[in-house]
């Protein structure tokens, strides 16, 4: 039996860097069992790769919808991939 997995490319603006945004992405997500990265791109923006079951993928995104504590999120954009397996979750 093989469990569906999702690959989805998010991008979060707002006051999402230097307030422990992306550490806080990469617990949860870990928590979740979510593969992915978080990095921080030159706008000001996150950059989120999340793979891995549906729920748990969904679940990550309602947490980036408010982040961490100190965080002031904007606007979530989300775009489905394809893409192969991924372990882990890392922070760039």
């Known amino acids: 039996m093989t469990t569906e ?5 998010f991008r979060v603006s707002g006051r999402v860097q230097g307030v422990g ?3 806080g992405c990469r617990r949860e997500a870990q928590q979740l069992g979510v593969a992915g990265y ?3 791109r030159d706008d000001g ?3 989120v790769l999340a793979q891995g079951d549906p729920a748990a ?3 990550l995104e309602r947490w980036l919808l408010h982040g961490a504590t100190h965080a002031q999120v904007a606007k979530v954009e989300r775009e489905p991939l394809v893409l192969g397996q ?3 979750f890392g922070v760039g």
Do not use: F, T
């Open 57 to 59: 993928v969904e679940a």
């Open 38 to 40: 978080a990095i921080n």
């Open 86 to 88: 991924r372990a882990g």
């Open 45 to 47: 923006s996150v950059e």
């Open 5 to 9: 997995h999702i690959a989805v490319l």
């Open 21 to 23: 945004y992306r550490a």
